[in-house]
């Protein structure tokens, strides 16, 4: 495997019952790169990004972190797999009954050995980053959506992952505050220099901040490149799915 890829999938197949939603998907993903997975509702975006980190396994195919081919490997070897990952949920996923700060901490008090006072450093550091500093003992029931996700950004960065996945990061956000996030999100990841991998409805958020676009239909990636050249696509369905999102500059396929 390319030592600048992060990420790759070969042949991968997974059906429930008599549903196929992954079709032999195939994707290269680079080291240090914001690679956005876009498609139809229900298309398996979010099944194919729980196969990379193992929550599900696949029918048939590899999938090969850094190297390794995750689909062989026993549960003790894929927790440290595991590790090179942070996770955005959709709803940040925050514990209630946490203040921030804890809620930031909680990977490092349950995954290392770290002094404490060391872990509240690194956790008022982490929101420091994501422009919450003061706010570590606030309740999450304070929050507004926007600062959940930067509490969830905050989290998800703590462990220093390699590869961070972020599920629909600017679901429920009004538009204003998706473009907060939207920045936040480039930010941190021209600042750390990390991998990520979003699935996103987002689409014109998305091709504003992705250096890579991957397309999923019918269990499949049709098209695959910067965003500008996902744009210009001769594929039928990439082109009706750009104009049926509003893609500025793309109308009927034409830019």
Do not use: C
């Not at 599900?56 to 590899?62: A, F, Q, T, V, Y």
């Not at 081919?69 to 990952?85: A, G, H, M, P």
């Not at 473009?179 to 220099?193: G, W």
């Amino acid at each position: 495997m390319d030592k600048d890829t992060a990420i790759k999938i070969v042949d991968l197949y997974k059906n429930f019952g008599s549903q196929n939603v992954l079709n032999g998907i195939n994707l290269e993903i680079k080291h240090g790169e914001i690679t956005v997975i876009i498609g139809k509702s229900g298309g398996g975006k979010s099944v194919l990004m729980k196969h990379l980190i193992s929550l599900l396994k696949p029918d048939m195919g590899e999938i090969w972190i850094d190297g390794v081919d995750i689909t062989k490997l026993k549960e003790r070897e894929l927790n440290e797999v595991r590790k090179k990952f942070g996770m955005l949920f959709q709803e940040a996923a925050l514990f209630d009954s946490m203040n921030v700060i804890d809620n930031v901490a909680f990977p490092l008090r349950e995954h290392t050995k770290l002094p404490e006072k060391e872990i509240i450093r690194l956790a008022e550091e982490k929101l420091k980053n994501v422009g919450l500093s003061g706010f570590g003992y606030k309740m999450p029931s304070e929050l507004s959506g926007g600062m959940k996700k930067r509490v969830g950004l905050a989290r998800a960065l703590i462990n220093d992952p390699d590869i961070i996945l972020f599920d629909e990061p600017t679901s429920a956000l009004d538009p204003i505050i998706s473009l907060t996030i939207l920045d936040l999100i480039k930010e941190t990841q021209e600042r750390f220099k990390k991998t990520y991998v979003i699935i996103s409805h987002d689409i014109l958020g998305m091709f504003r901040i992705a250096h890579k676009v991957a397309m999923l239909y019918n269990g499949k990636i049709i098209e695959y490149g910067t965003p500008e050249n996902v744009k210009k696509s001769e594929n039928e369905e990439v082109k009706e799915f750009l104009k049926a999102t509003g893609i500025p500059g793309f109308v009927g396929g034409v830019l």
